[in-house]
């Protein structure tokens, strides 16, 4: 494997963002923040150093937030690294959102055309390759109905057959292949070892430990944005476990005392608790959530997330947003604004996890009591989540 | 916590960064479908913008104001369409990138393309309105030809130029300032009356004369659009002075008039700026000077800022 050509090198890559929830989008804010000064920033990755060959598949394994899908971002080009250099060679499709790249108004057929041309090919190319994408989609006549009215899975199936079939040198997959269902999982594994065959190189995040064992030949784990493994799948599903530490949470949540009261979502206009929303609508997820704070900690942050609610489908993740609570003892309210819900019909439970912010140890986890259900929205609209954050002692 | 790391220079992975024209004419076609999808007139809503400015111009300016252009109308469709290609690229470009969100901050991609898309977007709606102009003015009997169409093709190149820069450095702008698109707006509004389109060029030129501004009468043209609007008229419309009925001579001794008397009076009303293809040319070479200018500043904003759209948007 050593012989093989490297096709990604990152050397010392770091990226740092602006903590601000939003950052100055107008002139006005722009000069007052400039008077303020003072920015706190957060580096969602650090020294980074990788390097992949041809023919390699890598398992990206982490915790939530420890800066896989950022490092993915930089790797195809989306981000620019704060420091350090990335260097690609060949073609690369990525695959890293639900949908991505995908015009709900369109239908089917448009947006392959429009997705493979997003990934270099020319028109003749895509005609080639269209049958072949439709079928191993499995869309059938659907390929002719505007995406808009798609389930999540359809659009997992459609977006992972584009960018398999636009022949990449590397495919770069985020953990949207949950959302599939089993029979096409199987497909998508079958089409990943084909690509191994062949030479491709592949670079994944998953959640799952063992299709991380079945597919790769080494996984990297990144913890707070800095690898600390490098190796065997095998030996990285350990050191995860290692750091997810799941009877750790039992032990440390009794000295540390966070637990979570309600999540509820919230109508951004009303300000009353609602459970059926559109796609495109603003939505508020409030937590409720206590600290008791028996010894000193660090600052502690919650995370928001988004899980299907759909029996036959294996569970999938949004994350929506997270933000810092701080470690003062009380009860505290922590609103999440979501701009735009995404267009994404279905049931959705809300999960909540108050971890500490230092080192991302879970304290406590709830589940709201209803499913949040997204209708299906007539209008369709573009995919885009992204949240606000505001903290309040109550 | 502030700064001290200073950023070291990176170096962007070779993606799909180059600029290819048939993604832009990919999304072209997908503008297209969108904005035209479920209306039953479809392409004909493009005509009914023009159409409408058309009517209330003429009416405005033809009737009431009484303008001393004769055929009003295709006077104003001459300069008016190219205005169009310049407003409705420049606006919409200036969203391009906040619009299309979902794929700059998910999938690599040229994020030139954006910005192109909508000026190509306006280009064809704009094409549409152009086929128009020629049939009505086919239909009218009004006489197209000549060596003076020539003048498009130079004129055509300074307002893509010019069009192109301001997309750039708009849709670049407005991801950070998003004061942008209002001051877009505002400008363009402004912008438009600058130009000679509802008035006649000949306007400014005695204007200037009777201020003794002559010489500087070239400055005019470094709002390169007032160059290409002119050369368009001249191309199109091409009277450039309408031989004088007695209801224009009545017109031609009021106070503005004053100062070309030279013009022989059997001459009266001078529409055009000049009758020599030679001073369309300079025009628009003034122009196109200021419209490269506005392009390298606009590849310039562009290529500094588009590595942090996906984490500005």
């Known amino acids: 494997m050593s012989q093989s050509p490297v096709v990604i090198t990152a050397t010392a890559v770091g990226k740092r963002f602006s903590t601000h929830h939003r950052k100055a989008t107008s002139l006005k804010e722009r000069v007052i923040r400039r008077e303020q000064g003072a920015r706190e920033d957060f580096w969602a990755l650090r020294g980074i150093d990788l390097t992949v060959h041809q023919g390699q ?44 790249g995908f015009d709900g108004e369109l239908t089917g057929r448009d947006n392959i055309f429009l997705n493979a041309s997003l990934l270099g090919l020319s028109r003749r190319e895509t005609e080639a390759i269209f049958d072949d994408i439709v079928e191993f989609s499995g869309l059938g006549e659907f390929v002719d109905n505007p995406v808009k009215h798609y389930s999540s899975g359809m659009y997992v199936r459609l977006g992972f057959s584009v960018a398999v079939h636009v022949n990449p040198d590397i495919l770069i997959i985020d953990e949207v292949l949950a959302v599939g269902d089993e029979a096409f999982q199987r497909k998508c594994i079958d089409r990943i070892e084909d690509f191994q065959t062949h ?35 095998e030996l990285a599903s350990e050191h995860l476990r290692d750091i997810l530490g799941v009877d750790r949470v039992q032990r440390s949540r009794k000295v540390l005392g966070a637990t979570v009261e309600e999540v509820v979502p919230v109508h951004a206009g009303t300000g009353e608790v609602t459970w059926t929303a559109m796609p495109g609508d603003p939505l508020r997820v409030e ?6 704070g028996e010894r000193p900690v660090g600052e502690l942050s919650v995370r928001v997330a988004f899980i299907t609610d759909e029996e036959d489908s294996p569970a999938a993740l949004i994350e929506v947003g997270a933000g810092v609570v701080g470690n003062a003892a009380g009860k505290r309210r922590l609103c999440l604004d979501v701009e735009h819900l995404p267009e994404l019909a279905g049931g959705y439970t809300l999960l909540a996890q108050v971890v500490e912010h230092s080192d991302g140890t879970v304290l406590a986890t709830a589940r709201s009591a209803e499913p949040l259900r997204i209708q299906p929205d007539p209008a369709g609209r573009p995919i885009a989540v992204m949240a606000g954050v505001r903290v309040e002692d109550v | ?37 479920g209306s039953v007139l479809g392409f004909a809503w493009s005509l009914a913008n023009p159409l409408l400015v058309l009517v209330v111009y003429t009416f405005v300016f033809g009737y009431v104001l009484r303008s001393t252009i004769p055929r009003f109308g295709l006077y104003l469709l001459s300069g008016l369409l190219i205005w169009n290609f310049l407003s409705l690229s420049v606006t919409s470009a200036t969203t391009s990138i906040l619009a299309n969100a979902g794929l700059v901050k998910k999938v690599p991609m040229p994020h030139v393309a954006l910005p192109m898309a909508s000026v190509g977007f306006a280009g064809v709606q704009v094409a549409l309105q152009f086929v128009v102009l020629i049939v009505v003015a086919l239909g009218i009997q009004h006489h197209l030809g ?10 055509v190149v300074v307002a893509l130029t010019l069009t192109v820069g301001l997309a750039l450095l708009t849709s670049a702008l407005n991801v950070r300032y998003r004061d942008t698109q209002h001051m877009v707006e505002i400008s363009m509004f402004a912008w438009f009356f600058l130009n000679p389109i509802v008035y006649s060029v000949t306007l400014i030129q005695t204007h200037m004369i009777a201020k003794g501004w002559g010489h500087l009468y070239w400055m005019y043209y470094l709002n390169p659009m007032a160059g290409v609007v002119v050369s368009f008229q001249r191309a199109i419309y091409g009277t450039v002075v309408v031989p004088g009925a007695p209801a224009h001579v009545a017109v031609a001794a009021s106070p503005g008039h004053v100062a070309i008397a030279a013009v022989p009076a059997k001459l009266p009303v001078q529409v055009l700026a000049s009758t020599s293809n030679l001073f369309y040319l300079e025009v628009l070479g003034i122009g196109f000077a200021v419209a490269l200018v506005v392009l390298a500043l606009g590849a310039t904003t562009f290529r500094r800022l588009s590595a942090d759209f996906a984490e500005d948007l």
């Open chain 1, 199 to 233: 030479g491709k190189t592949i670079l994944f995040v998953s959640h799952s430990a063992s299709l991380v064992e079945q597919l790769c030949s080494r996984a990297v784990v990144l913890e707070h944005g800095v690898v600390s493994f490098d190796g065997e799948p």
């Open chain 1, 57 to 100: 598949t890598v398992g990206l394994v982490g915790p939530n937030g420890s800066g896989k899908s950022t490092l993915l971002k930089v790797l195809s080009g989306i981000l620019r690294p704060t420091n350090g250099t990335v260097a690609v060679s060949g073609r690369v499709a990525s695959l890293l959102e639900l949908g991505a």
């Open chain 1, 287 to 292: 937590v409720l959530l206590t600290v008791t």
């Open chain 2, 146 to 155: 000549g060596v003076d169409v020539l003048l498009l093709v130079p004129a």
């Open chain 2, 1 to 37: 916590m502030s700064v001290a790391l200073s950023p070291v220079p990176t170096s962007a992975p070779p993606t799909q960064a180059r600029l290819r024209w048939e993604l832009v004419v990919n999304l072209v076609r997908k503008d297209l479908k969108v904005k035209y999808q």
